[in-house]
């Protein structure tokens, strides 16, 4: 759990906080965008390599290069006293948020029996809920007593302790010993894989672009506190927790994966519907729009990282992670730039949340090519 807390906290960070680094750094939104892109998009291009490097060095001494990564890339944004500083803490976060499905899920297959993978894998990916929902609730309120930048040094502090922890209280995870590892390791990998990827690309676009926005949204569209905004984001991360957790057990013993994924894209077009309605018909409803995005984008990650692990060899585990994460994060960091400069350009705030239903439909689409296509 604390692996995915680590590795992902930092786009939420920024998102909770942006209105504190568009007056201390003089930026915009479509800059905030930028930070979420730089994010994503470097964690894209390098999560097929770190994949191969779980199923190189294993998962804890991955887990702790994440962990240092993690910290430095805060302490830079905190520490940022112009716009390049935070972008290059964004570059070195995204290598971290790459390595942590990879790492985390060569742990689990490595260790965990595979009717028990369910649960263990919607407590994983719980973690980055549980980030996120600390991140609203708290770092707020922590630059509201001091200011933002502490806020971000606090993190970074606790991503060391973490590695600390992680050195001296977890073993190695043990390799399978196996003959034929290396050769189950560069075996191709089933189109499952790709869908996945397409999937999470799409579906990535949409919380990437909502993320990064909710909270700027629920301030200058609905009148909303920096700490009030931050609470409907830790609203909607706090209700993926459980739903990472409970989608995760429900879908261990699937017979196939795609409908578990179409439903939830259904659910996402819903929740943004919901959002995009709210400065019409009541501020409320922003709050049951992120119970939404809790329950469909910010979901739907525990039951791909399932299928992921299930339809390949748990030799290759990290490639097949790997790779269905990079659609994820790409699809993550295209989207906030152009959510931003829409909105800077003058653009309504709920046609862009109307574009982000139209992602989750296309979504939805993908896995009746996914189902067609494959037995799995």
Same mark, same amino acid.
């Given at each position: ?44 291009? +390098? !999560?097929?390599?770190?994949?191969? +490097? ?70 994983k990916q719980s973690g980055v809920q549980v980030g996120n929902s600390m991140s609203g609730a708290f770092l707020p309120a922590i630059a509201g007593m001091w200011n933002w ?8 502090? !606790? ?35 790709r869908w996945l990827a397409a999937y999470g690309f799409l579906m990535g676009a949409g919380i990437g672009a909502a993320g990064t926005f909710v909270p700027l949204f629920a ?12 609470? +409907? ?117 709920? +046609? ?13 689409? !993908? ?6 296509? !494959?037995?799995?």
């Amino acid at each position: 759990m604390s692996i995915m807390a680590v590795g992902t906290v930092q786009p939420y960070a920024v998102a909770v906080l942006a209105s504190d680094l568009i007056e201390a750094l003089g930026i915009s939104r479509f800059q905030i965008g930028l930070l979420a892109m730089a994010n994503a998009l470097v964690g894209g291009l +390098v !999560s097929r390599p770190m994949g191969a +490097v779980a199923d190189a060095i294993g998962g804890k001494r991955l887990s702790l290069i994440l962990f240092g990564l993690g910290a430095l890339g805060l302490a830079l944004i905190g520490g940022a006293t112009a716009f390049g500083f935070a972008v290059a803490g964004a570059v070195v976060s995204g290598v971290a948020s790459a390595s942590s499905n990879p790492a985390a899920n060569k742990l689990i297959t490595h260790l965990i029996a595979p009717d028990r993978r369910g649960i263990i894998t919607g407590l994983k990916q719980s973690g980055v809920q549980v980030g996120n929902s600390m991140s609203g609730a708290f770092l707020p309120a922590i630059a509201g007593m001091w200011n933002w930048r502490i806020a971000f040094f606090l993190v970074a502090a !606790s991503a060391l302790g973490l590695l600390l922890f992680t050195l001296l209280a977890v073993e190695r995870d043990p390799g399978d010993g196996r003959p034929s590892r290396r050769q189950l390791s560069s075996d191709p990998l089933p189109v499952d894989v790709r869908w996945l990827a397409a999937y999470g690309f799409l579906m990535g676009a949409g919380i990437g672009a909502a993320g990064t926005f909710v909270p700027l949204f629920a301030q200058e569209a609905l009148g909303f506190t920096e700490q009030s905004a931050g609470f +409907v984001a830790a609203t909607a991360a706090a209700t993926a927790v459980f739903a990472r957790i409970l989608f995760g057990r429900l879908t261990q013993s699937v017979d196939h994966f795609a409908p578990a994924h179409g439903a939830l894209a259904g659910a996402g077009i819903v929740a943004a519907a919901l959002i995009a309605l709210s400065p019409t018909v009541g501020a409320w409803m922003v709050w049951v729009g992120a119970i939404g995005l809790g329950l469909s984008f910010m979901a739907f990650n525990s039951v791909t990282n399932l299928a992921a692990m299930a339809v390949v060899h748990p030799g290759q585990a990290g490639r097949s992670t790997g790779l269905a994460q990079a659609g994820f994060l790409t699809g993550l960091g295209v989207s906030p730039p152009v959510f931003g400069w829409f909105i800077d350009g003058g653009g309504s705030y709920p +046609v862009a949340f109307l574009a982000i239903c139209g992602l989750a439909a296309l979504a939805a689409l !993908s896995t009746v090519g996914w189902f067609r296509t !494959s037995a799995v």
